[in-house]
């Protein structure tokens, strides 16, 4: 499903590949969305589909993201929001449950380093579940923040259990084009990080160790820490 347009809205529809294999270079994009003033993604259903959901802002400044209250079975991604030339603000992913044990390296991906200039401002990650135990593909963090334009993230009241990478995984440049603001609280945090290895690459809920870039403020506050994976914190 692929639409430019001035305003989408994509509501409850039904995806499903029930001979998916499990493939990283063939694709599977269920939907792709070039949008301006907004683009809602509501109450969808994915089961085995690579990528849902690529918000790409082609056209002009992409106002409005909104991807709440959608299903995904055995899917890689939640949504990507990907390279383009403008920029992208107000983007609500919230009350999605995703249950997957074919997450890909990173579960919700947001642009390359090939980009240019812009900002990812007011990305707030809220009151979803994803839950990830028994992955057989590869590490796979919720968001990875190594070379990518973003000036807040806010990630508060999620469940998230059995990632074998991290909530936020923040290394590198970060290229923002104002300060990185990043909150992460009031989650319930289960059993997340690969199951061993020697620091940096050992089990930890949040990795925060940029080498570019300003960040202005990380809080991590009032979450819930579990271990019910018995994974080998060392540090």
């Not at 259903?45 to 690579?50: A, E």
């Not at 990528?51 to 802002?57: A, E, G, R, Y």
């Not at 995703?98 to 990305?123: C, H, L, M, N």
């Not at 620091?199 to 809080?219: D, E, I, K, R, Y």
Request: hydrophobic share 35%; proline share 3%.
């Amino acid at each position: 499903c692929y639409i430019q347009a001035n305003g989408i809205i994509a509501a409850d529809n039904w995806f499903t590949n029930p001979n998916f294999t499990f493939d990283l270079s063939r694709g599977h994009t269920a939907m792709e969305f070039h949008g301006d003033s907004s683009t809602i993604v509501d109450n969808n259903t994915f089961w085995y589909t690579q990528l849902p959901t690529l918000i790409v802002s082609s056209a002009k400044d992409h106002k409005n993201i909104n991807i709440t209250n959608n299903h995904y079975y055995e899917c890689n991604y939640i949504a990507s929001f990907d390279p383009g030339l403008y920029n992208q603000r107000n983007i609500d992913v919230s009350h999605n449950i995703y249950q997957s044990t074919k997450g890909a390296s990173t579960i919700v991906p947001i642009g390359t380093s090939s980009e240019t200039a812009k900002i990812r401002d007011g990305f707030t990650f809220t009151h979803n579940k994803v839950t990830t135990w028994g992955n057989t593909n590869q590490r796979n963090h919720l968001f990875d923040i190594e070379s990518d334009y973003i000036s807040s993230l806010t990630i508060r009241d999620n469940e998230i259990a059995g990632l074998n990478g991290y909530v936020l995984y923040l290394a590198g440049q970060i290229m923002e084009t104002g300060v990185a603001r990043f909150i992460i609280e009031d989650n319930d945090l289960d059993s997340l990080g690969p199951t061993s290895g020697a620091f940096p690459n050992a089990p930890a809920f949040v990795f925060s160790a940029h080498t570019l870039g300003t960040m202005q403020a990380l809080s991590v506050s009032r979450n819930k820490l579990q271990n019910t994976g018995a994974k080998n914190y060392s540090a």
